[in-house]
């Protein structure tokens, strides 16, 4: 049996980096599995240097329900380490710095998602859920300064988690309508964009493109990531559910 959680990730500015270096942080169009995990490694308080194999093996789907505008920022940073630090240096606290260091940085304004979660564990994704609602750490959409518009977890107009629900992410997301009504962007006519793992079924998927990005984490903490096979394309509203059980 598949159970997938639902999250809401929406904001006024978002940033998911790909391929970022310091001097030019850029972002996807659509949240990372690498930036999901990790805003879910927050809310549990998982440190850096914790095991994510049981996360990694949850299934990703990612639902745009708004499509963001990329933005682009000019920034200055002081004090910042020079790369030709030694260790040895940095623990005895006398590394070189440079005064100035600006960098270009990319964010999605006005974005909106809504993101599955899927496996067989159903007690993780409750885990994963209630931690959501009352989370160890600061929750960010990609980078730090990004703060949730509005709450990451989904609650039914009843006021009670939605929580995991039976069936697979593209099933589960194609039924959902996102309880908040008015404030929710309104569901598209011609159907929604979809960024699936390769290995959620997506037989009702009209796919435009199978890529491979690098945010399947292996470590946060040495920063080490997989590439991740990826499926997009577009699928129609199905069933009239609005933000319950499916």
């Known amino acids: ?41 927050a809310a549990l308080g998982r440190p850096r ?10 299934r990703l789907a990612v639902r ?14 002081q004090n910042v380490l020079i790369a030709s630090n030694t260790a040895r240096q940095i623990e005895r606290g006398r590394p070189k710095l440079k005064d100035t ?22 007690n993780l994704l409750q885990a994963i859920d209630a931690a959501l609602g009352a989370p160890r750490w600061p929750l960010a959409l990609g980078r730090k300064a990004c703060v949730p518009g509005w709450p990451v977890r989904i609650v039914q107009e009843d006021g009670t ?8 992410p593209l ?25 699936l793992d390769a290995d959620v079924p997506h ?7 199978i890529r491979m990005q690098p945010d399947d984490p292996l470590s946060f903490f040495d920063r080490r990531f997989l590439p991740r096979r990826v499926v ?8 009239d559910a609005g933000g319950s059980r499916v």
């Open 64 to 77: 745009v329900d708004r499509e963001g505008l990329v933005r682009r920022d000019f920034h200055t940073a």
């Open 232 to 239: 997009i394309g577009f699928a129609s509203p199905t069933g």
């Open 203 to 209: 037989s009702a998927l009209r796919v435009a493109q």
């Open 101 to 122: 260091e600006p960098s270009v940085r990319y964010y999605l304004a006005d974005a909106w998602f809504t993101v599955a979660l899927a496996g067989p564990d159903r």
């Open 161 to 168: 988690p939605l929580g995991p629900l039976p069936g697979e």
């Open 1 to 41: 049996m598949t159970y997938t959680l639902l999250l809401r990730l929406a904001a006024p500015l978002q940033a998911w980096g790909l391929q970022s270096r310091f001097s030019i942080r850029d972002t996807a169009r659509e949240p990372t599995k690498s930036g999901v995990l990790g805003l879910v490694c």
């Open 171 to 195: 099933d589960v997301l194609r039924t959902f309508r996102d309880p908040l009504g008015d404030d929710a962007p309104t569901t598209p006519e011609d159907g929604w964009r979809f960024v």
């Open 49 to 58: 240097h914790a095991a994510i194999d049981d996360l990694r093996a949850l």
